[in-house]
């Protein structure tokens, strides 16, 4: 059974740091493409970061320079650390891993921007 599990979330301040984590099972991590998603209320999903099994990486160009997404193959983890968060990046946050046609999801996890 595969399983992305996310955790990190939480309500953090305009300006504030967090570092969500997505702990996957199931699946020979380090053969799948690692993704942050994020909807806000009322949008779409929209890609945040990507990081591939060889690490490299791209992200939105909203959060260019402020979000880090990273993976750890030895723990079957990938991060994403948020600096320098303002309130257009309260959303939920979902972990995505990928090979080829197949797709798993996490179940997302709650970021919340408010003073």
């Known amino acids: 059974q595969v399983q992305l599990v996310e955790s990190g979330g939480g309500l953090v301040q305009p300006g504030g740091s967090l570092r969500l984590s997505c702990a996957a099972s199931?699946?020979?991590?380090?053969?799948?493409?690692m993704g942050w998603y994020r909807q806000a209320p009322g949008k779409q999903r929209e890609l945040v970061a990507i990081?591939?099994?060889?690490?490299?990486?791209n992200y939105d160009d909203s959060v260019k320079g402020r979000f880090t997404i990273s993976r750890d193959n030895a723990k079957n983890t990938a991060y994403l650390q948020m600096n320098s968060l303002n309130a257009e990046d309260t959303a939920i946050y979902y972990c995505?891993?990928?090979?080829?046609?197949?797709?798993?999801w996490g179940q997302g996890t709650q970021v919340t921007v408010s003073s």
């Open positions: 990081i591939s099994t060889s690490g490299t990486t």
């Open positions: 995505n891993a990928k090979k080829l046609t197949t797709t798993y």
């Open positions: 199931g699946i020979t991590f380090r053969f799948y493409s």
